[in-house]
């Protein structure tokens, strides 16, 4: 499978790199930047120190977008959203790893998905997507006997917050109580918050240092406590995923997928293509 990856000399991007070579089922066949980066026609096997890989990193999806089978996306919100429209256009597959995405813009990308194949998922480490899979065990028996907090901690370069891995756990959790997490989420607190309400779903953000991606989430009833928890120590967890999510897309024509899909896990779980 020919892989093109789309912000190539970001921190995911350089690990995509390096994944897609190092994966057997795929060729590293384009590499896409920000124009005006000072990288821009660097090699992009040299530039993560896999030696001459003859892709040179371009400035411009739409000039090399034909180039490869399958897109990985993992930029922001802006970009991610004109590299749909060019590879909509085009018909090219997209693996889309960015995080923060708005509701209209979720519903652009849905929209894309009846013309060509994607695949979004807030995190695509097979641990995290395990995770998923205990959260609905967890609350589907806990149900509405505990208070349930998603705690999360990142590197302090992250822009979005809380992770899209935080909210799709508060999906997952929200949605097997019977829950709108639009109505139940609590972003932090602060001053006279009053008693806590058990409805509710809290969110606790750390931003410090270089932690790759810490998320754990607390059901804590009267008398003890159940916490799941997932530590990234590498990127190369999330990047593994998404190339192998690259490889699997390239048998799909069509549709809105994500990593449970990937993975063969998907079934009444809070998926983008589900919700
Ligand atoms: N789903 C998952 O498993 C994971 C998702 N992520 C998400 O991936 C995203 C990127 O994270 P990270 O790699 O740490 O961020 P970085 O800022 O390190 O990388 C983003 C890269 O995209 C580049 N870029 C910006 N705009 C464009 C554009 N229009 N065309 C091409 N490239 C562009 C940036 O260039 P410049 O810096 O010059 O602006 C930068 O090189 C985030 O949303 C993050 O949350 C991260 C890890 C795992
Ligand atoms: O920005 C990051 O670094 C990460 N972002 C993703 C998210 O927002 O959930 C996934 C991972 O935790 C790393």
């Known amino acids: 499978m020919k892989v093109g990856i789309i912000g190539a000399a970001g921190r995911m991007g350089r690990i995509l790199i390096e994944a897609t070579i190092a994966n057997p089922d795929t060729t590293l066949a384009a590499a896409v930047d920000v124009p005006g980066s000072s990288l821009i026609g660097a090699d992009a096997g040299e530039l993560v120190g896999q030696g001459h890989a003859g892709v040179a990193l371009a400035d411009d999806l739409a000039a090399v977008v034909k180039d490869a089978d399958v897109f990985i996306d993992f930029t922001v919100p802006e970009a991610t959203v004109k590299n749909i429209e060019v590879c909509r256009a085009a018909g090219t597959r997209l693996v889309i790893g960015t995080t923060g995405l708005n509701d209209e813009q979720i ?28 959260l609905e065990t967890a609350a589907a028996v806990l149900q509405d006997e505990v208070d349930i907090e998603v705690i999360e901690a990142h590197h302090r370069h992250k822009i979005d917050a809380p992770s899209g891995t935080a909210l799709r756990m508060g999906e997952v959790v929200a949605q097997t109580l019977g829950r709108d997490l639009k109505e139940v989420a609590v972003y932090g607190r602060e001053g006279r918050t009053g008693e806590r309400d058990r409805k509710t779903i809290g969110f606790e953000t750390i931003r410090a240092g270089d932690i790759v991606g810490d998320h754990t989430v607390l059901f804590a009833a009267d008398g003890e406590r159940v916490e799941i928890t997932h530590k990234a120590s590498s990127r190369m967890a999330f990047g593994r995923g998404a190339v192998r999510a690259a490889a699997w897309l390239g048998s799909q024509d069509k549709g809105l997928f994500d990593m449970q899909d990937v993975l063969g896990l998907a079934g009444d779980s809070a998926g983008w293509g589900k919700g």
């Open 107 to 134: 519903a652009g990308l849905r929209a894309a998905s009846e013309e060509i194949a994607i695949c979004y998922a807030p995190n695509y480490s097979i641990g995290v997507n395990l995770c998923f899979k205990l």
